[in-house]
Nanobody, 121 residues
Framework: QVQLVESGGGLVQPGGSLRLSCAASGSIFIVYTMGWYRQAPGKQREFIATILRGGTTNYADSVKGRFTISRDNAKNTVYLQMNSLNPEDTAAYYC???????????????WGQGTQVTVSS
C-alpha cells in the first residue's frame, strides 16, 4: 500500500507564488517518475511536469519558465514551485508517482488526492 500526501495549495493573487509538496510513503522499493498534473472545472486533466529519479525534467509549454519541479529521493517527495501565477493556473493539482512496491512486479502508478490552487484578485 502506497499513500501520497499533498500540501501547499491555496488562494494566491495573480503574479504570486505557491509551492506544492507531495510525499509518498508505504511499501515502496524505489520511486521512479514523479510528476504533477492539474484539472480545471469542466476540463480534462492535463500534464504539468515530470521528474525522473536522476533529475531529468519535462514541462508543459504552458508552465515552462514559471514552474519548477524538484524531488528529494531520500524523502520520496516531489515539489512544484509555481511562480508568476495567473488565473488560468486555477485548478486542482494532482501528484503522480511511478514506483516499484513490495509484493508487486513491475511498476505501479499512484495519484494524490489533489490540492486546490486558486489564482484570483
Amino acid at each position: 500500500q502506497v499513500q501520497l500526501v499533498e500540501s501547499g495549495g491555496g488562494l494566491v493573487q495573480p503574479g504570486g507564488s505557491l509551492r506544492l509538496s507531495c510525499a509518498a510513503s508505504g511499501s515502496i522499493f524505489i520511486v521512479y517518475t514523479m510528476g504533477w498534473y492539474r484539472q480545471a472545472p469542466g476540463k480534462q486533466r492535463e500534464f504539468i511536469a515530470t521528474i525522473l529519479r536522476g533529475g531529468t525534467t519535462n514541462y508543459a509549454d504552458s508552465v515552462k519558465g514559471r514552474f519548477t519541479i524538484s524531488r528529494d529521493n531520500a524523502k520520496n517527495t516531489v515539489y512544484l514551485q509555481m511562480n508568476s501565477l495567473n488565473p488560468e493556473d486555477t485548478a486542482a493539482y494532482y501528484c503522480y508517482v511511478s514506483a516499484s512496491v513490495v509484493d508487486t512486479t513491475g511498476l505501479t502508478e499512484y495519484w494524490g488526492q489533489g490540492t486546490q490552487v486558486t489564482v484570483s484578485s
